[in-house]
């Protein structure tokens, strides 16, 4: 009988944060193309645009005027999602399949750099880790304010990931429910934390004494695997892998791979600066990958507000999230051609055309030397 | 104390099919867009393209003539995601989070009518019916294949949503697993027949002697709520309405009013009639919203297979599904702006920007006369 070969045969690999599974078809990277084109994404943009309301001095749709500052920025979104308490109380549900549940919250807005034609990719690493120490101030302000349950930090780069504004910016969106997403996540680790069947390996233990499912996954690729074949690269305190469950093309899970870290807030000031020269060398190879400002949706993944530092046996349920960093671009063949997650995909199943091996294997041969700079 | 507007507050829904939430944040479609503009979907095409792989008499991409059709066109797949089995056997995980699950089926492509120029929007209801019957065909005989257990029917409609062939036609990708997403709408109906605690209504019974989640609130919506504010259009046997929970903007489930219907084969022949109408109805709604080919993903939810035609109780687990069809259309405020959901949507939870009644007031005020036929 035929050996199987991941690289050639149809199948299927489970998302364990998700509990869904996403169908590996590496045989249909060979179909030509003849849909959507996507326009160039811009890469030489003005240092300072007058029009743009993000620059230094500039004045805001709301009317403010920016100040000249030389690092970061936040201000609160002008036209938030969600909006500062209280919410007026909702009505009775007519049907209890028909509930409203009020929400509130903060939307920030985070500049990155003064420089509008910098993004993440061209910044110094230590441009990005003011970036980061703003992360963690945000982060620690709105998860103290009453009734903040979870901040959301991420960012939209390029227009084809729905980004309006090409001036280097993020957003944080704290809100008084843990969203869907992050909450799944959690019961996934916390499931995974307290089943017995699991046997412990030679990972690093977090909270109930046991590695918690990422520290366990990571432990795997990065000191067991042989061939570290979905690793794009690795720094003293971080990892950045295509993880096995990736659903977008050459999406990436970055996260701390010597020990349990709860939250942006746990790290040490030695694993801030890896943090931040992580994020550079993983930004670079994005745009290297096909010459172009990468487009993708980055978001970061932590402990539920408030946030504490220590990590006490009381505290293990919040505890048991380990921070870490989602990286989805839609980029598919080339700066033009992208996935689409669509028909099958919103219906059914996840769905991806190249394994996870060969776009770790395609970064890993990318240069850190940003292709404008060199 | 202020009351509480939907209208006008930010707030959550639950959506019971997913069990995730949606945000919902009208205030948001205030705000000025600067984002990406979609290119103008072609509306006007020739009716016979010498260079499309689907016209009548043309040269597929694996060499293949077409037949002269006159009604519909099934045919396999020519880069199908999933392949005929045998599928090798996988080797063992390397870790238990590093499982490969090996899967086989098939991919089918139908094309809806010889005309290049026409979608379901401009086709006849008769034209349609051929569709009806060719999805149960399809449903029928790939779903009475040894070893599949789902056949999965949905189209790409425009570029916008990956489709990259005008020419109208849809998919059908038939499996050896239940995908995640109908696995996971099962398990919730399940768990909703299987509550002790859901106090049945008048709604039709379904297996178990119970209205079916989907049974329970179609019946609210159409005879229990006074202002049907979420309704789009009903006819004899049919509704299609913006569900309470709709993520997508103009967002629209559609599915059989008056009884519990498994799949597509538990269809009396008047309830396929009624079925073509309301598909006609929709799509044309949809073309005249924003007076352009309205993009969308659509796809139809019933019964895993083997099909069925009758419901007895050994089957009730299969037959708690309730025949629906979900539209995800992108489109927002014009022809082309659409709504992206990225970063925060992707990373923590679905958010939208207009109320699902607001939508469907917008839809219900759509002619049912095809603007490019008027
Ligand atoms: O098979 P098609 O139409 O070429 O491709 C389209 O639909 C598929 C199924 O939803 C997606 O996986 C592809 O990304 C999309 O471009
Ligand atoms: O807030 P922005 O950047 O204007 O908007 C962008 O990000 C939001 C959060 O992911 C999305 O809801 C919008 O659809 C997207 O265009």
Same mark, same amino acid.
């Given at each position: 009988?035929?050996? @199987?070969?991941?690289?050639?045969?149809?199948?299927? *690999?489970?998302?364990?944060?998700?509990?869904?599974?996403?169908? /590996?078809?590496?045989?249909?990277?060979?179909?030509?193309?003849?849909?959507?084109?996507?326009?160039?994404?811009?890469?030489?943009?003005?240092?300072?645009?007058?029009?743009?309301?993000?620059?230094?001095?500039?004045?805001?749709?709301? &009317?403010? +005027?920016?100040?000249?500052?030389?690092?970061?920025?936040?201000?609160?979104?002008?036209?938030?999602?969600?909006?500062?308490?209280?919410?007026? +109380?909702?009505?009775?549900?007519?049907?209890?399949?028909?509930?409203?549940?009020?929400?509130?919250?903060?939307?920030?807005?985070?500049?990155?750099?003064?420089?509008?034609?910098?993004?993440? %990719? !061209?910044?110094?690493?230590?441009?990005?880790?003011? +970036?980061?120490?703003?992360?963690?101030?945000?982060?620690?302000? !709105?998860?103290?304010?009453?009734?903040?349950?979870?901040?959301?930090?991420?960012?939209?780069?390029?227009?084809?990931?729905?980004?309006?504004?090409?001036?280097?910016?993020?957003?944080?969106?704290?809100? &008084?429910? /843990?969203?869907?997403?992050?909450?799944?996540?959690?019961?996934?680790?916390?499931?995974?934390?307290?089943?017995?069947?699991?046997?412990?390996?030679?990972?690093?233990?977090?909270?109930?004494?046991?590695?918690?499912?990422?520290?366990?996954?990571?432990? @795997?690729?990065?000191? /067991?695997?042989?061939?570290?074949?979905?690793?794009?690269?690795?720094?003293?305190?971080?990892?950045?892998? /295509?993880?096995?469950?990736?659903?977008?093309?050459?999406?990436?899970?970055?996260?701390?791979?010597? *020990?349990?870290?709860?939250?942006?807030?746990?790290?040490?000031?030695?694993?801030?600066?890896?943090?931040?020269?992580?994020?550079?060398?993983?930004?670079?190879?994005?745009?290297?990958?096909?010459?172009?400002?990468?487009?993708?949706?980055?978001?970061?993944?932590?402990?539920?507000?408030?946030?504490?530092?220590?990590?006490?046996?009381?505290?293990?349920?919040?505890?048991?999230?380990?921070?870490?960093?989602?990286?989805?671009?839609?980029?598919?063949?080339?700066?033009?051609?992208?996935?689409?997650?669509?028909?099958?995909?919103?219906?059914?199943?996840?769905?991806?055309? +190249?394994?996870?091996?060969? %776009?770790?294997?395609?970064? !890993?041969?990318?240069?850190?030397?940003?292709?404008?700079?060199?």
């Amino acid at each position: 009988a035929e050996q @199987f070969d991941p690289a050639t045969h149809p199948h299927r *690999r489970f998302n364990p944060l998700t509990g869904e599974y996403v169908l /590996v078809s590496p045989q249909r990277s060979n179909r030509p193309w003849q849909g959507q084109i996507e326009p160039p994404q811009l890469t030489v943009l003005p240092q300072y645009d007058p029009k743009c309301y993000l620059c230094p001095g500039n004045e805001r749709a709301g &009317g403010q +005027i920016n100040e000249t500052y030389e690092h970061t920025m936040v201000f609160v979104n002008d036209y938030a999602a969600i909006l500062p308490p209280p919410s007026p +109380i909702a009505p009775a549900a007519p049907h209890p399949l028909l509930a409203t549940q009020p929400v509130d919250g903060q939307c920030d807005v985070l500049a990155f750099h003064p420089r509008h034609d910098l993004t993440l %990719a !061209r910044l110094a690493v230590d441009d990005i880790t003011r +970036i980061v120490d703003e992360w963690i101030a945000v982060y620690k302000r !709105r998860g103290t304010q009453e009734g903040i349950k979870y901040v959301q930090i991420f960012e939209n780069k390029g227009t084809m990931m729905g980004c309006s504004n090409t001036h280097p910016h993020g957003q944080v969106w704290s809100l &008084g429910e /843990v969203p869907s997403i992050p909450y799944m996540e959690l019961a996934s680790l916390a499931r995974y934390a307290m089943n017995p069947n699991v046997a412990p390996s030679h990972a690093p233990r977090g909270p109930f004494g046991r590695p918690c499912l990422l520290c366990e996954y990571i432990h @795997f690729e990065v000191s /067991v695997s042989e061939s570290q074949s979905r690793v794009v690269v690795k720094n003293e305190h971080f990892v950045a892998l /295509v993880p096995w469950w990736a659903t977008w093309p050459f999406e990436i899970l970055l996260l701390p791979r010597l *020990r349990h870290v709860p939250s942006i807030l746990h790290l040490t000031k030695e694993e801030k600066l890896s943090f931040a020269n992580i994020l550079s060398l993983v930004t670079k190879r994005y745009d290297n990958l096909f010459s172009c400002s990468f487009a993708y949706s980055m978001g970061i993944h932590q402990r539920p507000t408030p946030p504490k530092d220590e990590c006490t046996d009381s505290d293990n349920e919040a505890n048991i999230a380990h921070l870490h960093v989602h990286f989805f671009p839609p980029l598919l063949r080339s700066a033009s051609v992208r996935k689409f997650l669509v028909g099958f995909e919103l219906m059914a199943e996840a769905q991806r055309d +190249i394994t996870p091996e060969e %776009a770790a294997s395609r970064l !890993r041969a990318c240069s850190e030397v940003h292709y404008l700079d060199s």
